[in-house]
């Protein structure tokens, strides 16, 4: 299983084959045919965009379950991404549930699952991504969880992981240290 991560517009170092992006403004079922050339499955799509910003998050996850829905992948993960200055966290909790709650409103008719992973300031706890996960009720949204994001934040990643096995709809499973 492959999991590429997607972008708007052109992205050059993806063009000349140093990294794992593919534009969204391209035809998805060339990236699933690309996978079945090469005897691979898609297991989601790292669509990382800041749910705190719903003006650029809620149109972008948009894009991407659409994306995913059309490539095969059954899974499109992001996080809340960085902190803005101009907010205040209840402000950013208001924004991601509509963030949240506008991208399930796509994703469930396609039967895309939207992964939460535990990656910046909210998520890097278990309280924390309990709290992102609960902001709108929706069968397509579940966990996306990072092992090695865990442990660089301070956590048991397998306590964190039995926390969250129920709900969880991706898995980056990482050996790491932090050295």
């Not at 079945?36 to 996850?61: C, D, F, M, N, W």
């Not at 991601?96 to 890097?124: D, F, N, W």
């Amino acid at each position: 299983h492959v999991e590429p991560m997607v972008h708007w517009g052109r992205e050059l170092l993806s063009e000349a084959g140093y990294f794992h992006s593919v534009s969204m403004l391209d035809d998805p079922l060339r990236v699933k045919r690309a996978c079945e050339q090469a005897g691979v499955r898609l297991s989601g799509l790292s669509a990382h965009t800041p749910l705190t910003k719903p003006e650029i998050g809620v149109e972008y996850l948009k894009q991407a379950v659409r994306f995913a829905a059309e490539c095969g992948a059954p899974v499109v993960n992001t996080d809340e991404g960085p902190k803005q200055p101009w907010t205040t966290e209840e402000e950013d909790f208001v924004l991601m549930r509509y963030t949240l709650m506008e991208a399930a409103r796509v994703a469930e008719p396609r039967g895309i699952q939207l992964g939460i992973e535990c990656h910046q300031q909210y998520s890097k706890t278990p309280d924390g991504l309990d709290r992102i996960h609960r902001l709108v009720r929706s069968k397509s949204i579940g966990i996306n969880y990072d092992t090695g994001n865990a442990f660089l934040c301070g956590e048991d990643p397998l306590k964190w992981l039995r926390r969250v096995v129920k709900r969880l709809v991706h898995l980056h499973a990482k050996d790491i240290s932090v050295e």
